[in-house]
């Protein structure tokens, strides 16, 4: 059976308890569409307060440390992660591989981490606009898969792939639907190599500049089975548009 639609937004740092109105007002619109998959990753001082509230949207992380515990100044572990209600996290966004110096590896070793600590793992990859120039979008995307996923037994299933192209991210700027279906089939073949006949499975979001405007256009597109969104996940409205977009049989 083909996974739901899967739309997660991406608070980023963004978010104080006086965004907890909009979580509910999400949490409720989320509800009315059972035929999508909705997850909020606030800010990691909001997990707790989201998770207590929320009935059927998932909440999760922005990433975690790949330590269980120790001296470790400012980071937070995938098992704090879960126990402040997280049931996933998001790992190896562009931002944080470009302004944290995140590689592969550290990638690979947070979801092992996290996939450890009872989480699902959302693993961002994607080029950068002089990488799409030069011809090597497919390349580089393919060697991050290969070198940040986790692997091993039943982790397929709970494994989400976010394709963002760093160019498209708060840009307002999408590739072409036909790139993106492209680079989607390129990403499911490896998916298939990396994991076998589990890679089918494996859900491909496409992130970056996704709003309730383009939103049906970018989730039709080939292999594609939801969106990361960050600046439109901020307002319920503008949220739910994205969900209603993914086909959530909803009342509206
Ligand atoms: O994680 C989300 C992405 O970076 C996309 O952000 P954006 O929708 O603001 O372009």
Request: charged content about 20%; glycine content about 14%; overall charge negative.
């Amino acid at each position: 059976m083909a996974n739901r639609p899967f739309i997660v937004g991406n608070w980023k740092m963004n978010g104080t308890r006086a965004m907890l109105a909009e979580a509910r007002a999400i949490d409720r619109g989320a509800a009315r569409h059972a035929g999508v998959r909705v997850a909020v990753a606030p800010p990691f001082t909001l997990i707790q307060a989201l998770a207590e509230n929320a009935e059927t949207m998932a909440i999760g992380g922005q990433d975690c440390h790949a330590a269980a515990s120790g001296a470790y100044t400012g980071d937070v572990s995938a098992a704090m992660l879960a126990d402040s209600g997280a049931s996933f996290t998001i790992l190896g966004h562009s931002e944080r591989r470009a302004m944290h110096g995140e590689t592969d590896e550290i990638v690979r070793a947070k979801a092992e981490a996290a996939l450890a600590a009872g989480l699902e793992v959302i693993v961002c990859v994607g080029e950068t606009e002089a990488q799409r120039d030069a011809g090597q979008a497919e390349a580089v995307v393919c060697g991050q898969l290969d070198c940040s996923l986790p692997v091993g037994e039943g982790v397929a299933g709970r494994v989400t792939v976010a394709y963002e192209p760093v160019w498209a991210i708060g840009t307002g700027r999408v590739p072409s639907v036909e790139d993106i279906g492209a680079i989607h089939r390129a990403i499911r073949a490896r998916l298939v190599t990396i994991y076998g006949e589990d890679g089918a499975g494996v859900s491909i979001l496409y992130g970056g500049s996704v709003n309730a405007a383009n939103a049906a256009e970018l989730l039709a597109a080939d292999e594609v089975g939801g969106a990361l969104v960050g600046g439109a996940s901020l307002q319920a409205d503008s949220f739910l548009a994205i969900v209603l977009a993914a086909g959530g049989p909803g009342e509206e």
